[in-house]
């Protein structure tokens, strides 16, 4: 089954630039979305297909890909990013949704 | 506004079994595939099932194929999940999450229901 890669954590200054990869075997051939999930809520799509931003989230948060990781970045961080982020693919071969296993980004 | 509101959710023993329901507005209900997306405690998402707008077809994870029936009723814009032969390790959050057009990602959730498993 195909399998994503998080980093289990990811701190960062306020005003710096967070990176949050997620690895997978030929995950350019897939689209890439991202979640953004806070205590006690439920995940927020905040990228999809890889690149693009659903209405009202803001610039700051963009996708991006290269060979087989997938990334997420958030500029000029801000005390509310401070949550975890899901990666997710469709594996179209076996009709499974999948999901990594979560990255908790604290803003220091 | 895409509103959907999870329900059924509560404390069972092992081997029992729960139906937990899903209540959506704000949408063309039967335009759309839906699913099940589980989180155990301190733990990642976990899909569970999807089933198509048009009720013909369905998909399961492994761990809860056999054991789980995904269904939805597009007459009341309701989707439902049937869990039976429960295990401790099925204790966590359930959420239904509305799939995109292109069957790939999980544009709305609900607030989630508990579900939890133990003697």
């Known amino acids: 089954s195909y399998v994503l890669n998080q980093p289990l954590s990811v701190s960062v200054a306020p005003g710096e630039t967070a990176r949050i990869t997620c690895g997978g075997s030929?995950?350019?051939?897939?689209?890439v979305h991202w979640y953004q999930q806070k205590p006690g809520q439920a995940p927020v799509l905040v990228i999809y297909?890889?690149?693009d931003r659903p209405s009202g989230i803001p610039e700051r948060l963009s996708g991006s890909i290269s060979g087989d990781t997938a990334t997420l970045t958030i500029s000029r961080v801000e005390a509310g990013d401070e949550a975890d982020y899901h990666c997710?693919?469709?594996?179209?071969?076996?009709?499974?949704?999948?999901f990594g296993g979560g990255t908790k980004l604290t803003v220091l | 506004d895409v509103q959907l509101v999870d329900s059924g959710g509560g404390l069972v023993q092992p081997g029992g079994s729960l139906r937990l329901s899903c209540t959506a507005s704000g949408f063309t209900f039967s335009s759309y595939a839906m699913s099940w997306v589980r989180q155990a405690p301190g733990k990642g998402l976990q899909w569970v099932a999807t089933?198509?707008?048009?009720?013909?077809?369905?998909f399961y994870a492994d761990s809860v194929r056999g054991r789980f029936t995904i269904s939805r009723d597009n007459s009341e814009n309701t989707l439902f999940l049937q869990m039976n032969s429960l295990r401790v390790d099925d204790t966590a959050v359930y959420y239904c999450?509305?799939?995109?057009?292109?069957?790939?990602?999980?544009?709305?959730w609900g607030q989630g229901t508990l579900v939890t498993v133990s003697s």
């Open positions: 999450a509305k799939v995109g057009n292109g069957w790939s990602e999980f544009g709305s």
């Open positions: 030929k995950i350019g051939s897939k689209g």
């Open positions: 997710q693919v469709w594996d179209s071969n076996s009709y499974h949704w999948v």
């Open positions: 089933i198509s707008g048009t009720l013909r077809d369905t």
């Open positions: 297909y890889t690149t």
